[in-house]
């Protein structure tokens, strides 16, 4: 299983198992890796699996992101490749490759090294069977802000089926979002991964296009009984159904209309 060690001070301060689609890094609350440091941008890298291994990608972060010194864009990873992020560091493990170079690494000078090779593949339930990773999408902020730097905290997350409450939501039925106003990278999102961001952001699921929209206006994902949306901050304003959603987060129901940022979009599901 491959995994990140996030270190501060030579200390482990947080594990992540690389079980989930995507992991996103930076100091805002929603990120899965969250590092509570002024050199790190709000939405700063991000991990996810691309061509048979995992890829690193800096999310146009203000200080940029350095790997084995190497300041990149994009990179392919390799056993105990070592990030800079901010003043923390990301070591990636991953115990069925080491010893073994794979991928390409496209850096800011254009620089290539490695040998593409084929790393574990992920199993396929972990894309669509995603309850339990939104479920711990709170606790992983929780965590993150409140374990202390000794704490090690383990975010890891099962590749088995999990079983969810059919409070809202059916057992293996996906969330979905319609854009019926406004200008997206896409009119239909199935909401698949652990965390949807809505913005303008590079690593957003849902990418705003128009002119000044906010790099991250909100973000959708899925509590114990269903999927839930939240504002990114003060200054954004999510209106589910006309009523501006106010104290944190709100449940969403199939039908809901969303307006967020210039566009509006209706809620559903679909079966996995």
């Known amino acids: ?17 690389l079980s989930v689609d995507t992991v996103t890094i930076g100091r805002e609350p929603d990120n899965l890796v969250r590092v509570d440091n002024p050199a790190v941008s709000g939405h700063h890298a991000k991990v996810y699996p691309e061509g048979g291994h995992y890829v690193l990608e800096d999310a146009e972060s203000f200080n940029g992101t350095y790997v084995n010194n190497v300041r990149i864009t994009k990179v392919a990873l390799k056993d105990r490749d070592t990030a800079l992020i901010g003043k923390h560091t990301l070591e990636f493990r991953d115990q069925a490759r080491q010893g073994v170079a794979h991928g390409s690494v496209s850096t800011v000078d254009g620089q290539a090294q ?13 894309f669509l069977d995603t309850a339990k990773a939104k479920e711990l999408i709170a606790l992983a902020v929780a965590a993150a802000s409140s374990g202390g730097p000794a704490a090690v905290q383990n975010k890891g997350i099962a590749q088995s089926q999990v079983s969810v409450p059919a409070v809202h939501v059916a ?64 200054k954004v304003k999510v209106r589910v159904n006309d009523t501006v959603v106010e104290g944190g987060k709100k449940q969403l129901e199939s039908g809901d209309v969303i307006e967020v940022a210039g566009i509006e979009a209706v809620f559903g599901f679909c079966e996995a």
Do not use: N
Not at 1 to 17: G, P, S, T
Not at 200 to 212: H, T
């Open 1 to 17: 299983m491959a995994k990140l060690l996030l270190r501060f001070e030579d200390r482990v301060i947080q594990e992540v198992d």
């Open 114 to 126: 490695g040998i593409k090779a084929k790393p574990p593949q992920l199993d396929r339930t972990v």
């Open 171 to 234: 057992h293996q039925t996906i969330g979905t979002l319609t854009i019926v106003e406004g200008r997206t990278d896409q009119k239909y999102y199935v909401l698949t991964s652990q965390l949807t961001v809505i913005g303008k952001s590079k690593m957003a699921g849902i990418r705003l296009k128009r002119w000044f929209a906010p790099r991250v206006a909100a973000s959708i994902y899925r509590a114990e009984d269903g999927y839930c949306i939240a504002a990114s901050g003060d």
